[in-house]
């Protein structure tokens, strides 16, 4: 007996493209003899957006008829914000997700419109690798209870609650603090997470073979307020400090948020379950994000053919 093959698709079906790019990823799936499986939400929409073209094919209904854990790989039509929610949604079935970037910079996607096809014939052939990116791990104390736990592919960060108020913080890294001061907020992220939020406020790019956390101040009034690259194995942490009885506010990916009374505490740590993201391309991240930000490399003429490379003995100098 045949073992039955199924697929998740996850599509942003409040988008055209996403809709469209969804409806040719099952058609090709079932074609090919898999079985698509749909949030059954995602299945309602695309029914009532297309009409007969779409309620004769066979879908699976993901949870009640097929279990996360059961799907061997899930396509995600979107941009990373799609992959930010599809992770989430398969946290516990470590499912690797293979991102089609219909968005804007789609650093998490592993093709673009354009290779729709190809993409799908990835999925058929498997032929595809699964890479694992870390993640994090987040804790929250108030008054020494523990009151919430989270997680973040990207980073968790902790933001003012007032927009016309600064927020005290004090940060910390394996039980030592580092230093105090006004700010808008700090990231703490993964190197997946470096290109995104903290990105954007000034801390450095991690390549995402590099193990490491970054924590980066965003606008803190401080002598010393520098994005700080740790060992992958630190608790990075921050305190709310309570000298105004001003607030935070956790947000981890940008998706779910924690209100931080003063006194709050966060801890942030590798977590021990992986994000898996399904590679095809071998493309080198130094080429990906040149691509990603359009950066320019014009001038550039590359490494020296080794025939002209020149050997030096131990120890000599080049003057």
Not at 24 to 34: D, I, K
Not at 71 to 94: F, H, N, Q, Y
Not at 106 to 119: H, K, M, N, Q, V
């Amino acid at each position: 007996m045949l073992m039955t093959r199924e697929v998740l698709v996850l599509a942003h079906t409040g988008r055209h493209d996403a809709v469209e790019a969804a409806a040719a990823v099952v058609t090709r799936l079932v074609s090919a003899g898999l079985t698509p499986v749909m949030l059954e939400k995602d299945i309602d929409s695309l029914a009532r957006l297309l009409g007969d073209e779409f309620q004769n094919t066979p879908v699976a209904v993901a949870g009640r008829e097929v279990p996360l854990q059961r799907c061997e790989v899930g396509m995600v039509l979107g941009g990373d914000g799609s992959i930010l929610r599809a992770a989430d949604l398969v946290r516990e079935a470590d499912l690797p997700l293979m991102g089609v970037n219909l968005g804007h910079v789609g650093f998490l996607a592993e093709s673009e419109r354009t290779e729709l096809d190809s993409s799908v014939e990835w999925v058929v052939e498997q032929d595809y690798t699964v890479e694992r990116r870390m993640a994090l791990d987040v804790q929250v104390w108030n008054a020494g209870e523990h009151v919430g736990s989270s997680w973040a592919l990207n980073e968790a960060s902790i933001e003012k609650h007032s927009r016309e108020r600064m927020v005290d913080l004090v940060i910390e890294i394996d039980g030592r603090p580092v230093s105090a001061f006004g700010c808008d907020g700090v990231v703490m992220a993964t190197p997946t997470g470096s290109t995104a939020y903290a990105f954007s406020a000034g801390g450095p790019v991690v390549w995402p073979e590099v193990q490491a956390l970054v924590m980066v101040p965003i606008s803190a009034h401080a002598l010393f307020s520098r994005p700080l690259v740790v060992d992958p194995d630190s608790i990075m942490a921050v305190e709310v400090l309570q000298r105004e009885d001003e607030h935070g506010v956790l947000w981890c990916d940008g998706r779910r948020s924690l209100e931080l009374p003063a006194g709050s505490r966060v801890e942030v740590t590798r977590s021990e379950r992986p994000v898996l993201l399904a590679r095809v391309n071998q493309t080198p991240f130094s080429e990906r994000l040149v691509d990603k930000f359009n950066l320019p490399t014009s001038g550039w003429r590359g490494p020296v053919d080794a025939e002209n490379q020149v050997s030096h003995p131990m120890g000599e100098e080049i003057r």
